[in-house]
């Protein structure tokens, strides 16, 4: 929050809108930020899990994560399916 102050009178903002949007733009900033480490954070889990039944557990969690972070436009869709297809093929050689 003080970033934001000292930011916001560094700016040559001369609107109300104009500082709102900066502000705005600061929170969605931050909880995609979140998001997309949760997602990254999953995926790590399904890559660190050596059981195949929990992998699986794991990986369809995961996936719902990664679908939800295209359906909000943090990550591109041919990423999200590129990251699909690896843990699938990862979690297909767990034995």
Do not use: C, P
């Amino acid at each position: 929050m003080v970033l934001l102050q000292t930011f916001l009178k560094k700016t040559m903002a001369n609107h109300k809108s104009t500082l709102k949007r900066i502000r705005s733009n600061e929170a969605k900033t931050a909880r995609n930020k979140y998001q997309h480490k949760t997602a990254r954070t999953w995926i790590k889990r399904v890559r660190l899990s050596e059981d195949k039944a929990e992998a699986e557990k794991i990986m369809r969690e995961t996936f719902s994560k990664v679908d939800k972070l295209v359906k909000k436009n943090i990550i591109h869709k041919n990423k999200a399916a590129n990251l699909k297809s690896k843990l699938a093929k990862h979690v297909a050689q767990l034995g």
